[in-house]
């Protein structure tokens, strides 16, 4: 599908930042909501809580007595508004001219195929590929058959395979962010934002294996740095 070509040299990655907050409420897509009241928002609030305790290996544990495909639901939902916001306070700085390809450094191409609208993987724009993207993961997470709302409605068997090739493609979203945006990001100074929406995310597919460490690569040198600050 649509597979990264490699092309280069190893990229350095900026060292990790702590200090600053966001301010911007800005998405590129409009908000993915739970519904109120459903057992899904209780597990949101949940995972938001734990979340403030600021041990983020304890936060993404599946907690006890609760369904595992529910919990990388909630959390796949919660990763995609989290990247939407993120992405959508840089997408002036990402542009047709900035951005041609989509990359995370000189050594990592993405191009995109979903094996529906685009099947044969196509070379194009980053903000392009992005908007395919999120509009592709939107399609899946707006699927009640894939991502069912209602109690007592199961998960389909393909769920994990799903969640797994949203989250893969979500990564690259912020691969293309810290290779070749952390500038702006700096400016805007929103960097504590990402640094700490990135640790909480490659610590949830690190605890469930929804990864292969082979898509990791582009970031892999500010993984480490994220998992030797935790122990």
Known sequence: MDEPNEVVSHPSLTPLSVCSSSRSSKTFKPKKNIPEGS????????????????????????????????????????FFNQINMLYGTITE??????????????????????????????????????????TWVQDQLDDETLFPSKIGVPFPKNFMSVAKTILKRLFRVYAHIYHQHFDSV????????????????????????LIDRRELAPLQDLIEKLGSKDR
């Open 39 to 78: 057992h899904q928002y209780e597990l949101l609030k949940h995972a938001e809580a734990t979340l403030g305790s600021g041990n983020l290996r304890q936060a993404v544990m599946l907690p006890e007595g609760e369904d595992l495909n529910e919990w990388i639901a909630v959390n796949t939902v919660d």
């Open 93 to 134: 700085f990402c542009t047709e001219t900035s951005c041609s390809v989509m990359s995370a450094g000189p050594r990592y191409e993405y191009h995109w195929a979903d094996g529906t609208n685009i099947k044969k993987p196509i070379k194009c724009s980053a903000p392009k590929y992005i908007d395919y993207l999120m």
């Open 186 to 209: 700096m400016q805007l100074q929103e960097e504590a934002h990402l640094n700490t929406s990135f640790k909480h995310f490659i610590f949830f597919v690190q605890e469930f294996n």
